[in-house]
């Protein structure tokens, strides 16, 4: 059964840091791009940043560029993304997923994750 599991979360002041993993099981990530993803209470569901398959490329949103980093450890079979200098606004559930693709191409996701909260707060 193919599963992303993502953990790690939790509440944190501002300008903390947290690292959230995902982990997959019941596949191997080393061929397909992933994605993390964070949804706030009342507002979509917004891509936070992406890494290809090998790793060699990455993306990021505008709002977490210099704060948040991408990494990948194919023989981990996981993704984590690496968030430092929290703020309020970053507070949301954070989610992984799967692409079909193994480059960052913005579209084709599946095989979501059932998100971890972060809570960044004072």
């Known amino acids: 059964q193919l599963q992303l599991v993502e953990s790690g979360g939790g509440l944190v002041q501002p300008g903390g840091s947290l690292r959230l993993s995902c982990a997959a099981s019941?596949?191997?990530?080393?061929?397909?791009?992933i994605g993390w993803f964070r949804q706030a209470p009342g507002k979509e569901r917004e891509g936070v940043s992406c890494i290809s398959s090998s790793g060699g490329s990455s993306n990021y949103a505008d709002s977490v560029k210099g704060r948040f980093t991408i990494s990948r450890d194919n023989a981990q079979n996981t993704v984590y993304l690496q968030m430092n200098n929290l703020r309020p606004e970053d507070t949301a559930v954070y989610f992984c997923a799967k692409s079909h693709y193994s480059n960052c191409v913005g579209y084709g996701y599946h095989y979501w994750g059932q998100g971890t909260q972060v809570t960044v707060s004072s």
């Open positions: 019941g596949f191997t990530l080393d061929y397909y791009a």
